[in-house]
């Protein structure tokens, strides 16, 4: 699977939206992007997944590049409870490796 | 179930013990995975299991740790002869099919101390 880079840190002020990026110039056509959370001393939480077009759901907003090789994961009015880490993964659809491949992610400070 | 389920949720064991960690993942989900987390790390792929055949094993870390899934339901992963280093929560997860953007449902881990 194609690989991601995401920043290590970041840190947003509670109540203000937080656009957390992730690149990902190797991506190919059939490949879906992922976002998922980890909260502290819990495991791993869905957020939202596109492949094409940018999508909402009632946890955030996923804006995908045009060319695709970028996204940005939208947090629309952080709370203390979205301080996590937050990966972006790619997977291939019929592709050959049927897991989820987890990065380092970003660490989203949120501040009162 | 509603959700993942993890079982114990905590585990203590002496070093050279063998171990068994219990996945019960949600209802129809064919798809199941296994991934470690040390202690302030990433998650550490090791397994998954289609249905009740686990295509991938390259994950597993040596011949100490295998998995095994009955019914398309519950899943073990053991340990044996436990090391410090094993030492991680292992999480489990569950999703609707492997080869489709479905999202995956974690459970929250079993957190292993070898002492």
């Known amino acids: 699977d194609a690989k991601t880079t995401q920043p290590n840190s970041m840190e947003s002020n509670e109540e203000e939206p937080v656009h957390l990026p992730c690149n990902h110039s190797t991506i190919s056509g059939t490949d879906y992007i992922h976002w998922y959370r980890q909260l502290p001393s819990q495991g791993p939480e869905y957020v939202i997944h596109?492949?094409?077009s940018n999508v909402n759901n009632r946890m955030a907003s996923l804006a995908i590049a045009e060319d695709r090789k970028s996204s940005t994961l939208i947090l629309h009015r952080a709370t203390l409870r979205d301080a996590a880490v937050y990966y972006c993964i790619l997977s291939r659809v019929g592709g050959s490796q049927g897991n989820l491949i987890f990065g380092k992610g970003t660490k989203l400070s949120v501040k009162p | 179930g509603a959700g993942v389920s993890q079982s114990p949720s905590n585990k203590v064991t002496e070093k050279g013990k063998d171990v068994e960690l219990r996945c019960d993942p949600i209802s129809g989900h064919t798809a199941l995975y296994w991934y470690r987390q040390r202690l302030g790390q990433g998650l550490e792929f090791l397994i998954y299991f289609q249905g009740n055949s686990a295509p991938d094993k390259s994950g597993l870390p040596s011949d100490r740790f295998s998995a095994e899934r009955t019914g398309e339901s519950v899943s073990t992963l053991t340990i044996q002869r436990t090391q410090q280093e094993d030492s991680a929560v292992y999480l489990c997860a569950s999703s609707q099919g492997v080869h489709r953007p479905a999202g995956y449902t974690f459970g929250s881990g079993t957190r292993l101390t070898v002492v």
């Open positions: 596109g492949l094409t």
